[in-house]
């Protein structure tokens, strides 16, 4: 048997003689386990259902990023920014602008360009951008202090699938989609980069000091992990 079936869902075993560890893999919506030849199709139910909530959520995940929208930009589309909802309003305006009153998310814009969606995604992310500029960098500088180090650079950035980065001289990047998570996620990432002025590694020593100063850091990482991909223009 290829197959093994789960609670409400199916995972696929792909043997192979070279393998001499145990993996699982969710791919396209699908659960895969690989596993060495040699192992017993009793002993492969057993891994799966020690990892039935994992596989399930990992799945979950999936279903809901699949069913994710293109936005469109227009009126009453929501957006996220500092992990609330707005719905966007657009107005016509002498000049191009952004800002945020109680839940709306209001773009200004010129009658030429009321109903042209690429204009608006451009100003979106250009505000987007510019926060993320000035309230990165405030961050970083007061974190920063506390943890005793000093970047030599703050640079926001488009990443496609990370959310920061430290080079090997202190230099710090941010992707400047950060700004539509909750402020501790941003904390936490401005926090992760820091840290590894001290530690250019994922070391325990490294993850101790992020944890003298972010506590909840496992469990923000994690969010990160689940719901990155929704922070998306």
Same mark, same amino acid.
């Given at each position: @048997? ?14 192979? &003689? ?5 993996? %699982?893999?969710? +791919?396209?919506?699908?659960?895969? #386990? ?7 199709? +009793? !002993? ?13 959520? *990992? ?9 994710? /929208? &293109? ?11 500092? $992990?609330? %909802?707005?719905?966007? /309003? %657009?107005?016509? $305006? ?20 009321? /109903?042209?969606?690429?204009? #608006?995604? /451009? ?10 500029? %000035? ?20 640079? #926001?950035?488009?990443? *496609?699938?990370?959310? $920061?980065?430290?080079? #090997? ?7 400047? =989609?950060? @700004? @539509?998570?909750?402020?501790?996620? @941003? ?16 070391? &325990? !020593? ?8 972010? !506590?909840?850091?496992?469990?923000? $990482? =994690? ?11």
């Amino acid at each position: @048997m290829n197959f093994i079936h789960g609670d409400n869902f199916t995972v696929e075993i792909v043997r192979s &003689p070279k393998r001499k560890s145990v993996a %699982i893999k969710i +791919s396209k919506g699908k659960a895969f #386990i690989h596993v060495p030849s040699y192992l017993t199709h +009793s !002993s492969i139910e057993s891994i799966i259902a020690r990892k039935q909530p994992w596989i399930k959520a *990992k799945l979950a995940i999936q279903e809901n990023l699949s069913s994710l /929208k &293109p936005k469109q930009f227009i009126e009453g589309e929501t957006f996220l920014y500092f $992990g609330k %909802i707005y719905t966007l /309003k %657009i107005i016509l $305006g002498s000049r191009s602008s952004v800002s945020i009153e109680n839940d709306k998310l209001i773009v200004a814009i010129k009658e030429l360009y009321l /109903k042209d969606a690429n204009a #608006i995604k /451009k100003l979106l992310k250009q505000w987007y951008r510019k926060e993320a500029e %000035i309230i990165l960098k405030e961050k970083t500088e007061y974190y920063a202090k506390i943890i005793d180090v000093k970047p030599t650079s703050i640079t #926001i950035k488009t990443f *496609k699938s990370r959310w $920061g980065s430290c080079n #090997i001289n202190a230099g710090i990047q941010y992707n400047w =989609k950060i @700004m @539509m998570a909750p402020e501790s996620i @941003m904390n936490y990432l401005v926090i992760h980069e820091l840290c590894h002025i001290h530690h250019h590694n994922h070391s &325990p !020593s490294y993850w101790q000091t992020v944890a003298k100063y972010c !506590s909840q850091y496992k469990e923000q $990482g =994690k969010w990160l992990k689940q719901n990155g991909a929704y922070l998306e223009l």
